[in-house]
């Protein structure tokens, strides 16, 4: 049997970060396919429901990693999924514990899972050097690497060095700006332009662009978080992907001076010229607004800081260069999926009306 073949009734799938934006339809993405048990890992942990079983475990304790995840009831895992990310200050900061998270679940599961055959890893485009300014573009899995610290790239080469010798294999997953639906997490796009626009149009203010000046008319793509659920499970399921990276982003290109007027008609909204300012600083007092907002409209009574991505929000609004990566490799291997990413926004901003996140 190779190192990526198990026969789909037993496949058995770790999620770890399973309440984060990836990690959350990538779990629900495994249980609709039928053919998959799902175990989600995060802080929260979660209820269970039909294949998903969710297991509380701090990630960064190592003997709460080992106790939880080393026994019996993991014994099972046939597939890795890793999407867990801390946030920190600082790039440098962000090194140590998501290093750590990584390696603990690795090292509690690995010994007890004898029919482990792959393990994902969830990067992104800091592979590349594009939260540092502007990269070469369109970015390639071939491209070398840039000066450290980057978690990603310490996060692989403990994972291609762990490989050796073993019978399974790895894939590196590398996104762009990832939209879909999650509440309380700290890079989620979609919920901050959602949130933003339902509070210009309460307070009877037309839509404008927040970010840097530069940043308006710059070459962009998204990554929908369904279409990555598929490609993730492609990559760690098809033998030719074993111990390879693939950019995966929606397939097409998009300009904010495009795509806001999109933005601002979804919303009954007016767009006016942009004026740069920080979400973070000028949504700062906005709760007990959205809060009375929660009561005149009838929402869901979710926190503000649950639906407050304020800093992801002003760091995506501010990449005043082009941020795009080649994703031809994977269509190469056999990926031929894409999304368009206007009806995608279209898409995530009616389902959270549909959940009542927004009037």
């Not at 390696?103 to 509690?108: F, K, P, T």
């Not at 990276?245 to 006016?272: H, Q, V, Y």
């Not at 992801?312 to 056999?334: C, E, H, N, T």
Request: proline residues 6%.
């Amino acid at each position: 049997m190779s190192s990526m073949s198990t026969s789909r009734q037993d496949r058995v799938a770790l999620v770890v970060g399973a309440q984060g934006v990836i990690g959350r339809n990538l779990a629900e993405h495994l249980a609709a396919l039928g053919d998959w048990d799902i175990i989600g890992l995060s802080r929260r942990g979660g209820a269970t429901s039909g294949r998903i079983r969710h297991v509380a475990v701090d990630l960064l304790d190592r003997d709460d990693a080992r106790k939880k995840l080393g026994g019996p009831g993991l014994a099972g895992v046939t597939h890795i999924f890793y999407a867990a990310f801390q946030d920190r200050p600082s790039w440098a900061e962000l090194v140590p514990p998501n290093l750590a998270m990584l390696v603990n679940v690795i090292e509690a599961v690995e010994p007890a899972a004898s029919r482990l055959r792959h393990i994902s890893l969830m990067q992104g485009y800091k592979v590349y050097g594009a939260h540092l300014g502007p990269f070469k573009t369109p970015a390639r899995e071939t491209d070398p690497p840039h000066m450290p610290p980057e978690f990603n790239v310490d996060q692989q080469a403990f994972l291609e060095d762990r490989q050796k010798g073993k019978p399974w294999s790895w894939s590196a997953i590398r996104p762009s700006v990832v939209c879909g639906f999650a509440l309380g997490n700290p890079m989620n796009l979609t919920m901050a332009i959602a949130v933003y626009a339902a509070i210009s149009r309460e307070l009877g203010l037309p839509l404008r662009f927040p970010g840097k000046p530069g940043a308006h008319d710059k070459l962009l793509e998204m990554t929908d978080a369904g279409l990555l659920a598929r490609a993730t499970v492609w990559a760690a399921t098809d033998e030719r992907c074993a111990n390879q990276a693939f950019n995966i982003n929606n397939g097409d290109l998009f300009r904010w001076s495009e795509m806001w007027p999109t933005i601002a008609r979804f919303f009954d909204l007016d767009a006016a010229p942009p004026l740069p300012m920080s979400l973070e600083v000028v949504m700062a007092d906005k709760e007990p607004l959205w809060n009375a907002m929660i009561e005149k409209h009838g929402l869901a009574r979710h926190a503000y800081g649950d639906v407050s991505s304020w800093r992801f929000a002003d760091a995506v609004f501010s990449w005043d260069y082009d941020l795009i990566a080649d994703g031809s490799k994977a269509r190469r291997f056999g990926f031929h999926e894409y999304v368009d990413t206007e009806a995608m926004f279209v898409r995530l901003f009616t389902d959270l009306r549909r959940r009542k996140v927004i009037p």
